[in-house]
């Protein structure tokens, strides 16, 4: 069901927090007003119409209810349209799944005007249950002054709330990978299930990696695109400062893909030394067992030898045997073998 909500300011003062489609043309008719409008599951109709009248392009309508779109932003000659992916995380799936995952991703599309910023948002594939908090974009606005930067501080503040997302649901993750780790050197050897968290985790962090590595064109874009009524001068070191923190997330997400793939390497390799060390010791028990099988072998011939049927050849087959598994057992521990 489509949800409406948004903000209006005039002359830097707030004079509308309830926002509605039918009064978005209006505000942003008036030069000295600033309105934000945020749309969550919208209607296909309701949208076209929206578009015609406040002069959307068509094929960007089209991106912002589309499924699988991948993170960008176009500019075209009225307005700036860019799609970005808000990040939750949730709590780990049970060892019965597949691949227990820990993330949920929120798609937002915004159309940037010269004064008004209009935010699609859609619900989560995964986890529809789990909705991006919009307030707190709301609440981003009023810290930072939006209403005395025009349309550009919108923007900011939106981008910087998935960011932030995206700096959280990497620190989740690599907390997540920290605990691979250690459970890779645990009394008793890796639990069952750390190669199915670490491709849950590999999973996640290629999604993640997927929409954090677009930031840095949409953030470039909106920092470089000077719109009317701007006081871009003053936001430049805003924007600089949010790119760097895409450059930083980005950079975090490399490094722990890198981590998770050496976490599985790390277990395949102990594995294998696991394995090696059975085997030795599986070797060296064998020869043990050899000897006595050997002679009591050598004893059940159906032929004639000395010591056959008497006490004798009895005590000496049994000697042979206890003093040949002491020597074997004797060498094989002296070299580590068992």
């Known amino acids: ?80 349209f860019f799609t970005v992916y808000a990040v939750d995380t949730t709590e780990p799936g049970t060892d019965s799944e597949p691949f227990p995952a820990l993330l949920v991703k929120h798609r937002i599309s915004a159309f940037v005007l010269p004064r ?75 639990p069952h299930t750390l190669p199915r968290r670490t491709f849950g985790l590999r999973r996640d962090l290629v999604g993640l990696r997927r929409v954090v590595l677009p930031m840095r064109e949409v953030v470039n874009t909106m920092q470089h ?34 981590m998770v793939t050496t976490v599985f390497e790390t277990n395949l390799s102990l594995q294998d030394a696991r394995l090696n060390t059975v085997m030795k010791k599986l070797t060296g028990w064998a020869a043990i067992i050899a000897v006595p099988t050997a002679i009591t072998g050598f004893y059940g011939q159906n032929v004639l030898y000395p010591g056959i049927n008497t006490a004798v050849g009895f005590i000496a087959s049994s000697t042979l045997i206890v003093a040949l598994v002491i020597l074997l057992y004797v060498m094989f521990k002296r070299r580590d073998w068992l």
Do not use: C
Not at 61 to 76: F, G, L, Q
Not at 129 to 143: G, L, T, Y
Not at 153 to 176: I, N, Q, R, S
């Open 1 to 80: 069901m489509t949800h409406v909500q948004g903000r209006a300011w005039r002359s830097g003062q707030p004079v509308d927090d309830d926002v509605t489609l039918s009064a978005i043309s209006d505000y942003l008719a008036d030069e000295h007003a600033l309105v934000w409008v945020d749309i969550y599951d919208p209607d296909h109709d309701v949208l076209r119409q929206l578009a015609g009248e406040v002069g959307l392009n068509t094929w960007a309508v089209e991106d912002a209810i589309a499924p699988k779109e991948r993170t960008k932003a176009t500019v075209y000659q009225t307005h700036t």
């Open 116 to 190: 008004g910023l209009i935010t699609v948002r859609l619900p989560s594939v995964e986890h529809p249950a789990i909705e991006f908090d919009v307030d707190d974009v709301s609440r981003r606005f009023d810290d930072l002054g939006a209403q005395r930067y025009g349309v550009g501080a919108l923007v900011h503040g939106l981008l910087d709330v998935v960011v932030d997302g995206h700096f959280a649901a990497v620190e989740v993750l690599d907390g997540a990978i920290e605990s691979l780790e250690d459970g890779l050197f645990v009394d008793g050897g890796p």
């Open 225 to 258: 695109r000077h719109l009317d009524g701007d006081a871009s001068t003053e936001l430049d070191p805003l924007y600089a400062d949010l790119y760097d923190h895409v450059l930083r997330v980005s950079e975090w997400t490399e490094s722990l893909r890198d």
